[in-house]
């Protein structure tokens, strides 16, 4: 579903992902570990298609994020460290923004269900500046969710919200499989024997 080879991203001379490799595979929850700065933000930036990589080749779902970074934004949720919300939408027009630039067909029906998902249903009708910051963190699961994407790549997800939320109850439906994880390691190769 999800496969990285050999990915590298400079600015400038700086290297910020270096010879980065892994595969998901459908119905697999992974986890991306690393230090500060060691590139995960970086990488998943790239596998959603919002910037280009230097070198290297990422796929998701056989497609190439550098060369087709719009049908991959239609099969990837994204989740940005800092949710990417309009503060003074609310929380209901603001998904249906998101649903709408998706190119969704059903924006209310999709509406409804990443509501619910995340458990906004009571704040629908508030402006999203005045949630409480684990809510700003439901708003952007739930446009992460909202065009029903086959692979959901979360930058922080369980930032500001409380025990009872990390729980994964919007995680994937996986393939229609139970979802199973493993971690992948970010750290650079020298690290790695230092757990
Ligand atoms: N636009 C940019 N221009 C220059 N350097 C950048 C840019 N974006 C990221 N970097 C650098 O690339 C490196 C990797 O950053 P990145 O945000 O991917 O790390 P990270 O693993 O997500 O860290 P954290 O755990 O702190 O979120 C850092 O040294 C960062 O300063
Ligand atoms: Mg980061």
Redesign the pocket.
């Known amino acids: 579903m999800i496969q990285v080879d050999a990915l590298d991203k400079s600015?400038g001379t700086?290297h910020?992902v270096q010879q980065v490799s892994f595969r998901v595979n459908r119905g697999e929850v992974v986890g991306f570990l690393?230090p500060?700065?060691?590139?995960?933000?970086?990488t998943m930036r790239i596998l959603s298609g919002c910037i280009g990589a230097t070198a290297g080749r990422a796929l998701i779902d056989g497609l190439d994020v550098l060369e087709d970074p719009r049908g991959v934004k239609r099969r990837v949720g994204y989740l940005p460290?800092l949710p990417p919300v309009y503060p003074t939408m609310t929380v209901q027009d603001y998904v249906a923004f998101a649903a709408t630039i998706k190119g969704v067909d059903d924006v209310a029906t999709a509406v409804t269900r990443a509501i619910g998902m995340v458990g906004l249903e009571t704040v629908a009708h508030r402006v999203i500046d005045h949630l409480s910051k684990g809510y700003r963190q439901r708003v952007g699961l739930a446009q992460a969710l909202v065009h029903d994407p086959d692979v959901l790549i979360l930058d922080e997800p369980t930032s500001g919200l409380d025990p009872a939320q990390r729980v994964p109850r919007a995680a994937p439906r996986a393939g229609g499989r139970r979802p199973h994880g493993h971690p992948v390691d970010?750290r650079p190769q020298r690290d790695r024997s230092r757990r």
Do not use: M, Q, V
Not at 36 to 42: S, Y
């Open positions: 600015y700086f910020a690393g500060n700065g060691a590139g995960k933000t970086t460290e970010a």
